[in-house]
């Protein structure tokens, strides 16, 4: 629309919340605190395998990548499919039932994987906006190697990134997806709001 300020939400990894600057860790407080967008962003953090401790959401299969599993999965069909017609055109039992197996296997297990990646994909498009909205408003401190919320929602202490991915996660329909030593984690009792959310910068 004409005359409003274009706004380009999620346009920039490397954006700097406002509230970023100048933040302390509510935990040790320490000033060596990020944004978890930024955090996920960094180099060092993808080295260590943080980005992947403080993932916004599971890995999806892309678009592509399902196109190129269905084709795979066709053309092995189809070779079963030959070796079957080869084997009766000349008698051949071995290829008839051999051909005949692998198409159907490849048949079956294509439409279960295609079927799995869609329903994945599903999943991801209707919880993503919500885990990308609680993702971003989180802040990471290496000082502590902890994450909290600089809204004190839901907790004014800080977590474990295992924590947060939990909250995360559970929050946007990913849960059954964390891995199991995640799953595991127990998530500390919501803190009460408090009037304004507004954290004090100690
Ligand atoms: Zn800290």
Not at 49 to 78: C, I, N, W, Y
Not at 134 to 147: D, E, F, K, N, T
């Amino acid at each position: 629309m004409p005359g409003e300020p274009a706004v380009s939400v999620g346009a920039m990894e490397s954006e700097v919340a406002p509230w970023a600057v100048g933040m302390t860790c509510p935990g040790c407080g320490g000033s060596a605190v990020r944004t978890v967008p930024d955090t996920c962003a960094d180099q060092e953090s993808v080295r260590s395998r943080l980005s992947d401790r403080l993932a916004k959401q599971p890995g999806v299969t892309s678009r592509f990548d399902t196109f190129a599993h269905t084709v795979e999965g066709l053309l092995l069909t189809a070779v079963g499919g030959a070796l079957a017609h080869e084997g009766i055109t000349n008698d051949k039992q071995l290829y008839t039932i051999g051909g005949s197996v692998l198409a159907a296997l490849m048949f079956v297990v294509t439409v279960c994987a295609v079927v799995g990646e869609i329903r994945e994909r599903r999943v991801e498009a209707t919880g993503g906006p919500r885990a990308d909205a609680l993702w971003r408003s989180a802040a990471y401190c290496s000082g502590c190697a902890s994450v909290f919320f600089p809204g004190g929602v839901p907790w004014r202490r800080p977590v474990t990134p295992e924590q947060f991915q939990k909250y995360v996660w559970t929050e946007a329909g990913f849960g059954k997806q964390l891995a199991q030593r995640v799953k595991d984690v127990a998530l500390p009792p919501v803190d009460p709001a408090r009037p304004g959310g507004v954290s004090d910068h100690a």
